[in-house]
């Protein structure tokens, strides 16, 4: 595989970030290599997204 | 290869913490690690936590990284060598994180981070029971 880049004018205005966290990167500029790896784990019941509606009715 | 200039008007952070970095000029290799136990219970008193990273699979797993050596022929030209930005706000900077003005070799990054929650179990006498979830 061929891959060709040209950069012509690359102009950003203002940033603005709440947080940059957890091995993250935040860059300006050019990079070679980036490799990124995350694992998370947390209790299953967190997990569950609500609202709960119950499975059978109630009575 | 890379000869762009990065030109940054200003940049500001409130915060950089737990071996955060803001790396300012160019850098040749980056590498972050980050290892997190968050343990939420439920006590009256703060007591001390007696955990530990081996006692978990998470931290103890190979760790995957996409390979490096693709085979694939790249050319870059750069007609406009410089990259503009202009004013920069970050709140918080954390936990292995770097924010980075200049180019880089090489980046590479690892986070693993694993919960627990204590809950507490009702209809018994011993209030607190562990639920560790441990996997």
């Known amino acids: 595989m061929e891959f060709n880049v040209t950069n012509h004018q690359l102009c950003v205005g203002d940033i603005k970030i709440t947080g940059v966290a957890s091995s993250a990167l935040f860059l300006i500029g050019d990079v070679q290599t980036v490799q990124l790896s995350s694992a998370f784990d947390t209790p299953p019941e967190s997990l569950i997204i609500g609202p709960f509606v119950p499975l059978t009715p109630e009575g | ?135």
Do not use: C, W
């Open chain 2, 1 to 135: 290869m890379f000869s762009r200039i990065s030109k940054v008007k200003s940049i500001f952070s409130d915060t950089v913490s737990f071996s955060s970095s803001m790396q300012i000029g160019d850098t040749s290799y980056i590498d972050g690690n980050s290892l997190a136990l968050a343990v939420q219970m439920k006590s009256e008193t703060f007591n001390s936590v007696d955990i530990h990273f081996e006692d978990y699979d998470i931290f103890k797993r190979p760790f995957y990284i996409p390979r490096l050596n693709e085979p694939v022929i790249s050319s870059f030209s750069n007609p406009n060598p410089f990259i503009r930005v202009g004013n920069i706000n970050i709140i918080g900077v954390s936990a292995s994180s770097v924010v980075g003005v200049g180019n880089v070799g090489h980046a590479r990054m690892e986070s693993r981070v694993k919960h627990i929650r204590e809950i507490p179990k009702e209809n018994k006498e011993t209030p607190i029971e562990g639920s560790t979830n441990n996997t």
